[in-house]
């Protein structure tokens, strides 16, 4: 297979997530959405999420969402108490899905259109916090320039929090006729290319641009974020899923695999 640059992975990716974003509005979980973030207490965030956020503390926060998708989860962290929030995602397409969800809401968050790799100069050291949830990371062709660009965002003594599916996971396929058997390196290095639209659960038949999901182990993620000059002050792991719902197979094994983890790491 013959690899793309860094350059055209990015732009493929931007292509395939705003043409999969209309595939994502067309649910029904799509009408509870515009209903529930009516309401100023909104969260989507699960239990683990919101502890750790908690903890970390969000309350009169300036926060910055990487990978914000259609914003939900930016309009859940004005319930833990955030002062502002902002979000940032490379799909147009998905962030006038974000902007309509907070036309309904009381607060007031700002989505910006942007590749991780080229922010706004507007955006540097001016966060207490950063959040990345599940499924930014794997997009990232280069994680250690990912997150050079990231520790750039935060003040000093900023934190960024990641729950984050467990690199573990892209050993198998949920789909496969033995899907507890290793089918792929947890050091392969080509993505996993595909071409049709992404969507959370089921697969839609129709062409699409490549999608490219690279795979980086724990060790490259600590020390992309080491090298950034970020520290380590958190790192736990769940037996628990939070991705697709294909993935909820491995939950409750005697053999339990890591499914996911949460990780704080702070600018010095």
Request: net charge negative; with cysteine; aromatic share 10%.
């Amino acid at each position: 297979m013959e690899l793309p640059t860094k350059e055209q992975a990015i732009a493929s990716n931007r292509e395939a997530w705003n043409d999969s974003a209309r595939h994502h509005k067309d649910s029904s979980e799509w009408q509870v959405l515009l209903k529930g973030v009516e309401q100023a207490d909104f969260s989507c965030l699960d239990d683990t999420l919101t502890a750790l956020l908690a903890q970390t503390g969000v309350d009169g926060k300036e926060v910055l969402q990487l990978g914000c998708n259609n914003g939900r989860e930016s309009l859940s962290l004005f319930a833990l108490g955030a002062r502002s929030v902002v979000g940032v995602d490379q799909s147009g397409a998905f962030l006038e899905q974000a902007r309509e969800l907070a036309s309904r809401s009381p607060h007031a968050p700002q989505f910006i259109e942007a590749d991780i790799h080229h922010l706004p100069a507007s955006l540097q050291e001016r966060f207490d916090l950063a959040l990345i949830t599940i499924g930014v990371l794997n997009w990232m062709p280069d994680i250690g320039e990912f997150f050079r660009h990231v520790a750039r965002t935060l003040k000093p003594g900023g934190a960024l929090v990641v729950y984050e599916t467990h690199p573990f996971l892209e050993m198998f396929d949920p789909e496969a006729a033995d899907p507890f058997r290793p089918t792929s390196s947890y050091f392969r290095r080509d993505p996993f290319v595909q071409h049709e639209p992404i969507v959370y659960e089921g697969k839609i038949e129709q062409p699409a641009a490549p999608s490219y999901w690279f795979v980086h182990t724990l060790g490259d993620l600590f020390g992309a974020a080491i090298a950034a000059g970020l520290q380590i002050r958190h790192f736990k792991e769940y037996p628990h899923s939070n991705r697709e719902e294909l993935y909820d197979r491995y939950q409750q094994q005697e053999a339990q695999l890591p499914l996911c983890f949460t990780w704080v790491v702070v600018r010095g």
